[in-house]
C-alpha cells in the first residue's frame, strides 16, 4: 500500500528563516510526487509534479527535490504570505493520489 | 481558463438524509477526482471518473457513489449520512498530469 510521511506536522519560523519540510513516502511504480499549498478553508493549490530521482524544480521561494525515498520542500527567506499547509501527495501503479497530513507553516512577521 | 467549480459551498444536513455535491471541471479535463479531507485523517480518495467510467475507488463504504456525465460534469451522492460524513470534499480534474482542485464544498452533518 502506498505511504506518505509528512515532518513536521508544524513549524513556525521568523521572516527570512530559510528551512525544509520532508515528506517520506512508499510506492509501487511511482508514477509522480506532488506538492501542493493548502489555505484555509480552500482547496489544495497545485505547486509542482517530480517524476524522478534527482529532479529538481523552482517557484519563487520554493524548491522541491525528490529521492528514492523522500521529497524536501525548502522555503527560501520565506515572507508571511507563505504561511499555509503544504501537502506531499504520491501516485504510484495504482494510479490514485495518495496524500500526507501536510505540514503547517507558519511564518512570522 | 477558468478553475474547477464546486456546488453547493456549504451545506446542513441531518443524519439519515442524503446529499448530492456536484463538481465541473477545467474545460478539456476528462478525469475528475473526489476527496473528503478532515482534521484528523486528511485528505482521503473516494474515487476518481473518466469518460463516465470509475476507473478507481478507494475505501469508503456503498454509501459514497458518484458519476459522471458526457460533458465530464460528476456528481457525488452520500446516501444515509452519519455525523462521522462532516468534512470538506474536494473535487479534482486532471487532463492527465497534476490534479487542480475546486475550493470544495463544506458538509455539517448534525
Known amino acids: 500500500e502506498d505511504q506518505v510521511t509528512q515532518s513536521p506536522e508544524a513549524l513556525r519560523l521568523q521572516e527570512g528563516e530559510s528551512s525544509s519540510l520532508n515528506c517520506s513516502y512508499t510506492?509501487?511504480?511511482?508514477?509522480?510526487l506532488f506538492w501542493y499549498r493548502q489555505d484555509p478553508g480552500k482547496g489544495p493549490e497545485f505547486l509542482f509534479t517530480l517524476y524522478s530521482a534527482g529532479e529538481e524544480k523552482e517557484k519563487e521561494r520554493l524548491k522541491a527535490t525528490l529521492t528514492k525515498k523522500e521529497s524536501f520542500l525548502h522555503i527560501t527567506a520565506p515572507k508571511p504570505e507563505d504561511s499555509a499547509t503544504y501537502l506531499c501527495a504520491v501516485q504510484g501503479g495504482s494510479e490514485k493520489l495518495v496524500f500526507g497530513k501536510g505540514t503547517k507553516l507558519t511564518v512570522n512577521p | 481558463k477558468a478553475g474547477v467549480t464546486q456546488t453547493p459551498r456549504y451545506l446542513i444536513k441531518t443524519r439519515g438524509q442524503q446529499v448530492t455535491l456536484s463538481c465541473s471541471p477545467i474545460?478539456?479535463?476528462?478525469?475528475v477526482s473526489w476527496y473528503q479531507q478532515t482534521p484528523g485523517q486528511g485528505l482521503q480518495f473516494l474515487f476518481e471518473y473518466f469518460s463516465e467510467t470509475q476507473r478507481n475507488k478507494g475505501n469508503f463504504p456503498g454509501r459514497f457513489s458518484g458519476r459522471q456525465f458526457s460533458n465530464s460534469r460528476s456528481e457525488m451522492n452520500v446516501s444515509t449520512l452519519e455525523l462521522g460524513d462532516s468534512a470538506l470534499y474536494l473535487c479534482?480534474?486532471?487532463?492527465?498530469?497534476?490534479?487542480?482542485f475546486g475550493p470544495g464544498t463544506r458538509l455539517l452533518v448534525l
Open positions: 474545460s478539456g479535463h476528462r478525469s
Open positions: 479534482a480534474s486532471s487532463s492527465p498530469g497534476p490534479q487542480y
Open positions: 510506492v509501487s511504480g511511482l508514477r509522480g
